[in-house]
């Protein structure tokens, strides 16, 4: 019996694959076909490689499915899962060429039910924000120097150990009042927000810790509660908030005015260093001895020389005293030459005044003179010279000064003697001597009128 293939006439050859081409085809195919999506199941066969890599399986009733979870992954993880743990991974399928088998390849991991949380958790922080409760304006400076610290947390957690360990290293005798209350649990957030609640009624402290440690979404969720969140929005007090690692966040953290990291940052952040506000003190004190200093020498060397220029009394009386003799002297010394001036040159006016009994007799002496001319000229030419003295004596006549003032006129004379001839060279209050025919007056001018 003959057999024979007649598809190669019909169809065209198909290629034949390697397996691992026919590997390669199929992961390329999963990748490009299959998303990145979420995938919940529970651990099993948990395994952490040499290299840092997570190797298990996640199942539920009915399949399972490898997975695993590179080193570069899983350290961002806030936890290593174990055989029996309820997650949800966050994956992209794909098939491990080696062996054939397909696989998750895991980018992230977290507890079974953190994604609905976690969509909670935003929604009520939306909420909330839209009602200005988280508003940046609305945040308070905490006290640089606080007088009594208070924290909200639980007596047996770590974090007050924590707390009160940077307290004591950093601002040693600084008071703290704990509110205690639980920090994880049923409830837990509304007694978390009474306790915030108490701490401002009673307005101990100046400053609110609230703090926890770490732990898993689910852990935290007492302080993603809404009361706690309005709580410490209504705080008369600043809030600091410390919870958790420094990757974890919660309302209460938005709530707050000040967030920390962790509960230890929250410590420090609320607290100075003790040893820091010495070293500024004992800076403070320098500067301020330092200017005390400076300032004295100034002060000093200003009272040196207020105290050069400051005279004592009776130098300054002793030194006015000379000044006022020397001044006399000088007065004394001034008048006596202007005495003296005014005496020689009263002499050479007095040499100067020519007065009318000056006149008359020098007239009188020329008088006699030509009487000897006369008695000369008449023993001469007694005739002529008759006619001659009586020309002259007729003369002689009119010209005495008594004969003009026998008639009842008088001679005005200024205090220097000039004869006034025309009253507008008189000024009213001039000194004038008038002689008479017999006698002489003294008078002052009141005034003067022309003809």
């Known amino acids: 019996m003959e057999f024979l293939d007649h598809s190669s006439e019909s169809a065209p050859a198909l290629p034949v694959l390697t397996v691992s081409e026919l590997n390669r085809m199929a992961r390329r195919a999963l990748e490009s076909q299959l998303p990145l999506l979420w995938v919940e199941g529970e651990v099993s066969n948990f ?3 040499a290299s840092g890599h997570w190797y298990f399986s996640l199942k539920d009733a009915t399949a399972q499915v490898r997975c695993v979870m590179f080193r570069g992954r899983n350290q961002f993880a806030d936890f290593t899962p174990a055989n029996g743990d309820h997650v949800e991974i966050r994956a992209l399928p794909s098939l491990y060429e080696a062996r054939g088998e397909f696989q998750l390849g895991a980018e992230a991991i977290r507890r079974a039910g953190a994604g609905r949380l976690y969509e909670a958790f935003l929604k009520l922080k939306a909420k909330l924000d839209a009602e200005g409760l988280f508003d940046p304006a609305k945040k308070r400076a905490l006290p640089r120097f606080p007088r009594c610290l208070g924290i909200v947390t639980s007596p047996q957690a770590a974090a007050l150990h924590d707390v009160l360990t940077a307290l004591a290293r950093r601002m040693p005798g600084l008071p703290v009042i704990l509110y205690p209350t639980p920090v994880q649990g049923a409830g837990a957030g509304a007694l978390i927000a009474a306790a915030i609640r108490t701490a401002g009624e009673r307005a101990e402290c100046d400053v609110l810790l609230v703090c926890r440690g770490g732990g898993s979404l689910e852990d935290l969720w007492a302080f993603n509660d ?12 600043p809030v600091v908030s410390g919870i958790g690692h420094e990757t974890d966040f919660t309302l209460a953290d938005f709530a707050a005015d000040l967030r920390a990291p962790t509960p230890t940052a929250a410590a420090e952040l609320a607290s100075p260093v003790r040893t820091e506000l010495l070293l500024q003190l004992e800076q403070r004190a320098r500067q301020l001895q330092h200017h005390l200093g400076r300032t004295q020498q100034t002060e000093m060397q ?12 009776a130098e300054q009386l002793r030194r006015r005293q000379s000044d006022l003799n020397q001044l006399s002297q000088r007065l004394r010394h001034a008048s006596g030459a202007r005495l003296a001036a005014e005496q020689l040159r009263t002499a050479r006016l007095s040499q100067r005044l020519v007065t009318p009994r000056h006149v008359i007799q020098r007239e009188q002496q020329r008088l006699d003179a030509l009487g000897l001319r006369a008695l000369r000229a008449v023993q001469g030419g007694f005739g002529q010279r008759q006619l001659n003295l009586a020309r002259l004596a007729s003369s002689l006549t009119h010209l005495n000064p008594d004969g003009v ?24 209050g001039d000194r004038l001597g008038i002689r008479f025919h017999r006698g002489q007056a003294r008078a002052r001018v009141e005034s003067t009128r022309e003809d």
Do not use: F, K
């Open 47 to 49: 395994t952490r490689a």
């Open 226 to 237: 809404e009361a706690v969140a309005r709580a410490i929005a209504a705080s008369p007090m």
């Open 302 to 313: 200003r009272l040196d020389y207020l105290a050069r220029r400051l005279v004592h009394p």
């Open 405 to 428: 003032l026998a008639r009842g006129y008088s001679i005005v004379q200024l205090e220097n003697g000039a004869v006034v001839q025309d009253s507008a060279t008189l000024r009213a």
